[in-house]
């Protein structure tokens, strides 16, 4: 058998490439297919199905671009409402590829569609079998129960839902058993996920708080409570999987524009590059999101779905980057772009300041504005810090003073640069990004506060 993990860092998705003999599947594949076909011509091998573990919310799915390129199958769990030929699969159905068996089990609880597969390698009695959860159980957490594919449920429903799918279909199977999971720490589809990207159920079952033992009323509890945010593009992006996404080729491609044209540009001009290049120089009222970080989740949470979009970069490298990236999550109103070098407009900068030079300040009257998840900051903060979270801080923005120095930090510096475009924007006359975040303040042994019942919590 062969069995290929493809992790996508930027969106912490895992997708999976399974063959045996002349045929192969691939399991949740992200919305550039390639690489699937590489793998595919690599080994010799057709691509028989594509298998979706359920309706995804947090990026487009290439399943349709796949099918037409190689004439697989799609699969869903037969709850799924897609709107596009699909092999529906219940609980117990098998396939084949190859020498390789695949066993489905429906676990909902993440999803009312979700289903959990087991690879059997027919030829290999001894060798564990994997088994590809989905979001229905990650490494050190499990999928979460309020998202947009629980539509007519509440969290408290799919939770029991989610109970009953890991103790009757998943727990009853023996340690060995390999943890294949869709996705690793950072994403937003639960909220303790490790950065492991597999694990074997084991180790779960002793390091995977909510398969400790556990009432269901208490499981629920647990598993409901304290969730990140639910990102804007998440509902558009599942119904976007569920009608099929257009092929990534068939996109319209940005056009290069004037400095007159990103001047008068009706829409959100993104910039692209590094928080210090952008500090340093940036079109007015530019949002900037860098490449380096988790762009396109972070474009999907601000930026909402149809908004009209130009790029503007350092090199032609990073607005094709830009282009997919933002394709993965359904933005597709890329308009146009610029190269920083090309534009001889009026421009802006954003001072970058150290953790040093921050503390120097909090005896004057400033604004100290962190915005990293509340968990992360109840977990360990500087002083006197206003925490405004990343994704509602345009919100809650008038609950700062426009006309006061303003000082903003998050973990590391990456979404601190993005909360300080999104203060130029509202009018913000004196803002700073402290570089380095939270951790260089740690790091330099300053004084740290902690909230009560703090939570342990991902940063990104």
């Known amino acids: 058998m062969q069995f290929k993990q493809f992790y996508l860092g930027c969106l912490a998705h895992a997708s999976y490439y399974l ?52 004439g697989a199958e799609i699969i869903f769990g037969q709850k799924a409402t897609t709107q596009f030929p699909t092999l529906k699969v219940k609980d117990g159905d098998e396939l084949n590829v190859g020498r390789v068996k695949l066993k489905f089990l429906e676990t909902p609880g993440h999803t009312p569609d979700g289903v959990t597969i087991l690879a059997e390698n027919t030829e290999n009695a001894s060798e564990p079998v994997k088994m590809l959860t989905g979001d229905t159980l990650f490494i050190g957490d499990v999928g979460r129960p309020d998202l947009v594919g629980s539509r007519g449920f509440t969290a408290e429903q799919m939770g029991a839902l989610l109970y009953d799918s890991i103790h009757e279909k998943i727990l009853p199977f023996p340690d060995e ?27 779960q079952r002793k390091i995977n708080y909510a398969l400790q033992p ?61 928080g210090s290049d952008f500090g340093a120089k940036h079109v007015p009222n530019a949002i900037n999101i ?36 933002l394709a993965r999550v359904g933005i597709e109103t890329v308009k146009g772009f610029i190269l920083m070098k090309d534009y001889n407009g009026e421009t802006n900068k954003i001072e970058q300041v150290s953790v040093a030079d921050v503390k120097e300040k909090l005896a004057d009257d400033i604004q100290f504005v962190d915005v990293r998840r509340p968990a992360e900051h109840a977990a360990g903060h500087a002083p006197k810090t206003t925490n405004l979270p990343l994704n509602i801080l345009a919100k809650e923005i008038g609950k700062l003073n426009p006309d006061q ?9 990456y979404r ?38 703090a939570a342990c919590a991902n940063s990104n």
């Open 290 to 325: 860098g490449l380096g970080g988790q762009f396109a989740s972070w474009a999907g949470t601000i930026v909402e779905v149809g908004t009209p979009i130009a790029i503007a970069g350092e090199n032609e490298e990073q607005v094709d980057e830009a282009f997919m990236r």
């Open 405 to 413: 120095p303003t000082y903003v930090l998050c973990q590391s510096g």
């Open 177 to 203: 058993t390999e943890i294949y999971p869709a996705h690793g720490a950072g994403s937003l589809c639960g909220k303790s996920l490790s950065k492991e990207t597999w694990s074997t159920l084991g180790e």
């Open 416 to 453: 601190s640069s993005l909360g300080t475009s999104i203060l130029e924007i509202a009018g913000f006359k004196e803002i700073y990004n402290v570089t380095g975040g939270t951790k260089a303040w740690m790091d330099a042994g300053l004084d740290t506060e902690v909230s009560t019942g």
């Open 19 to 70: 063959g045996s003999e002349g045929e192969a599947a691939v399991i949740d594949p992200q919305r550039d297919v390639q690489q699937y076909l590489d793998e595919a011509e690599a080994n010799n091998q057709k691509i028989k199905y594509i298998i979706e573990t359920h309706s995804h919310a947090d990026f487009v799915s290439g399943h349709i671009e796949l099918a037409e390129k190689t």
């Open 214 to 274: 556990m009432s269901k009323e208490e499981f629920i509890k647990i598993v409901t409570a304290d969730q990140p945010e639910v990102p804007a593009y998440f509902p558009k992006s599942a119904l976007k999987n569920l009608q099929g996404a257009a092929a990534l080729e068939d996109l319209p491609k940005p056009q290069t524009m004037t400095t007159e044209e990103v001047e008068n540009f009706d829409g959100v001009i993104l910039d692209v590059r590094n």
